[in-house]
């Protein structure tokens, strides 16, 4: 597992989506996530400044395929970020370095 050049940008608040976000943060980061085995999940944490307990993920992709893997995202603390990798084959998956691109939404609400 490796995370490196992470880009964060914040792409403002009200005028996103009918004001229901306070904030949108856009970040982009390498990762090289390790090998999953059957029916397991790994993990990585991304660090990206800004991000608070309570704001939600609004989507993620990566640039290579998932190989039979869903990948999810949460916000798991002060300016981290953990993807997780739900390897749903019979066989281990380990996926090439590749590189996440996440929107982040802060609401009132």
């Known amino acids: ?14 005028a996103q989506f009918g004001a229901v976000y306070q904030a949108i943060l856009g970040a982009r980061a390498t990762l090289d996530p390790a090998s999953v085995a059957a029916g397991a999940t790994g993990f990585d944490r991304v660090t990206i400044p800004g991000v608070l307990p309570g704001d939600m993920v609004i989507g993620l992709s990566l640039d290579a395929p998932a190989g039979g893997m869903t990948v999810q995202a949460l916000v798991a603390a002060v300016n981290q970020v953990e993807v997780r990798y739900n390897n749903l084959t019979a066989g281990a998956v380990d996926l090439p370095s ?4 996440i929107i982040i939404g802060r609401t009132p609400l």
């Open 1 to 14: 597992m490796a995370v490196s050049n992470v880009l964060v940008r914040d792409f403002g608040g009200p």
């Open 98 to 101: 590749t590189t996440l691109r």
